[in-house]
């Protein structure tokens, strides 16, 4: 066989060459790695074309966003009943895991410095849990269990300092 110079390229030699010689699987590794680049490079190329698509806010704008997005009503959040001091979690399933109240805070409107967004009026809701607990005898125990919790019903820009007794 004839020694090939190093600049030619044996990837382009017919396969039956190739296999011939032994080299199918660098040939294969060869070409996805040149696919693999050219992919990456359009991947690239997407994503900094999406970055040119932004939008800019204005000064003005973003003054007047602010201003129409003022603390006034509560915002629907899930609370996760990890975060629900009253259920005892050890060795329990909580059926739903979550429950959704009307909140009140930091991304529920804007309020002028110093000020925080944070509840004007409160009420008391009961909420029920279903629960599941595995006992040490290999049995699984159910059962419900009511939690009150609040729920905001209005908000207002309030100092932040007075924040911690409130909340």
């Known amino acids: 066989m004839a020694a090939y110079k190093k600049h030619d390229s044996w990837s382009?030699?017919?396969?039956?060459?190739?296999?011939?010689?032994?080299?199918?699987?660098?040939?294969?590794?060869?070409?996805?790695m040149r696919w693999l680049c050219v992919v990456c490079a359009l991947a690239c190329l997407a994503t900094?074309?999406?970055?040119?698509?932004?939008?800019?806010?204005?000064?003005?704008?973003?003054?007047?966003?602010?201003?129409e997005f003022r603390c006034h009503r509560p915002d629907r959040?899930?609370?996760?009943?990890?975060?629900?001091?009253?259920?005892?979690?050890?060795?329990?399933?909580?059926?739903p895991p979550y429950v959704v109240l009307q909140r009140c805070d930091s991304q529920s409107g804007c309020c002028p410095d110093p000020a925080c967004c944070a509840p004007k009026h409160k009420r008391r809701l009961t909420v029920e849990f279903e629960f599941a607990q595995r006992q040490?005898?290999?049995?699984?125990e159910?059962?419900?269990?009511n939690v009150t919790l609040e729920e905001h019903i209005e908000c207002a820009c309030i100092p932040c300092q007075y924040l911690r007794h409130i909340t």
């Open 12 to 32: 382009r030699r017919p396969v039956s060459q190739l296999v011939s010689e032994g080299k199918v699987v660098r040939l294969v590794v060869s070409r996805i």
């Open 48 to 67: 900094s074309m999406q970055g040119a698509r932004r939008r800019f806010i204005s000064h003005k704008q973003n003054f007047n966003q602010s201003a």
């Open 77 to 95: 959040r899930a609370i996760s009943v990890r975060d629900i001091h009253q259920i005892p979690k050890q060795n329990r399933i909580v059926i």
């Open 136 to 140: 040490p005898q290999g049995r699984t």
């Open 142 to 145: 159910h059962g419900w269990q």
